[in-house]
């Protein structure tokens, strides 16, 4: 699978059926190659994804990102099957191990070693491919990778991975990690406001379930920042580069150096500046020329 220059990413559980449709409709129709959508806290994440296939012609739809925790091995293989068989090969299976709060006091799991854990899956997966008649000739599968072994990890076993909450800075130490095999699929924030204070306030509300969980601000650190920018909601420079705000021409400088440090792809998820849910389409439509 080749992925194209740009994707879209939004929050897909606070949307009904019919936003769903429009929301497939209006992303195809301005030209982006592929919807990534979450499995969060509402819809499970191959239900929604046929749904989105449906509802769509020629976009690909990819999990991003689906929480292995969620089911077995097995059920994952027979997912990715049905959703590519329906669908002319359209959807992308991206794998993650989420994160402890939600695996544990959501799921009721015993969060374990995450690059182990992964490792593990994939192995069963290969395993249950072969119980159910051999695997495809390509395995549609990314994975949410952000540190070196697990990036490594996703260029040995999938396409590719799916580094969230990153700046530009993250390309080349991705790139290094995976020596020069699979995708980088980059998700970034945009906010279409050339106004400060409410960009900073949308940016601050984003990414205020991320600030606590390891995972992230682990990584934040090896991409520059320190401990100083998760306090008060997060620095200025923190949220700043989280999202992506200001005039189409800036976001678009932003947004090219992705592709200037060798980025695959590149997610657009395009918050509000009002807060509210759903995307930001004059920010996808203004992006889309």
Not at 39 to 59: D, H, W
Not at 95 to 112: I, M, T, W
Not at 161 to 178: C, D, G, H, K, W
Request: proline share 6%; aromatic share 10%.
């Amino acid at each position: 699978m080749k992925f194209g220059k740009y994707g879209v990413f939004t929050f897909t559980d606070q949307l009904d059926g019919a936003q769903l449709a429009e929301l497939c409709g209006r992303v195809e129709e301005l030209g982006y190659s592929t919807l990534w959508y979450p499995e969060a806290f509402n819809y499970e994440t191959f239900g929604v994804g046929s749904y989105l296939l449906a509802k769509s012609r020629k976009l690909v739809v990819a999990s991003g990102i689906a929480n292995i925790y969620a089911r077995d091995p097995a059920a994952s293989v027979m997912g990715h099957n049905t959703l590519n068989a329906l669908y002319d090969g359209r959807f992308v299976l991206g794998l993650g191990v989420s994160h402890a709060p939600l695996v544990s006091d959501v799921r009721g799991h015993e969060y374990q070693r995450p690059l182990a854990t992964m490792r593990r899956y994939l192995d069963d997966m290969d395993r249950a491919w072969e119980a159910l008649g051999g695997a495809p000739a390509v395995k549609q599968v990314v994975l949410a990778a952000l540190g070196p072994n697990m990036s490594k990890l996703s260029a040995e076993r999938t396409l590719g991975a799916f580094p969230y909450n990153i700046t530009p800075a993250q390309v080349p130490l991705s790139r290094e990690a995976m020596g020069g095999k699979g995708a980088v699929i980059c998700e970034q924030k945009v906010c279409l406001c050339e106004d400060p204070q409410r960009a900073r306030a949308a940016a601050r509300a984003a990414l205020a379930p991320y600030l606590p969980l390891p995972n992230y601000f682990k990584n934040w650190f090896r991409l520059g920042f320190d401990e100083s920018d998760l306090a008060d909601g997060g620095s200025d420079r923190l949220m700043d580069a989280m999202v992506l705000w200001g005039s189409v021409a800036d976001i678009k400088a932003g947004l090219a150096a992705y592709f200037d440090g060798g980025a695959d792809q590149v997610v657009i998820q395009p918050i509000r500046a009002d807060g509210e849910p759903g995307p930001d389409w004059a920010a996808l439509e203004a992006l889309a020329s």
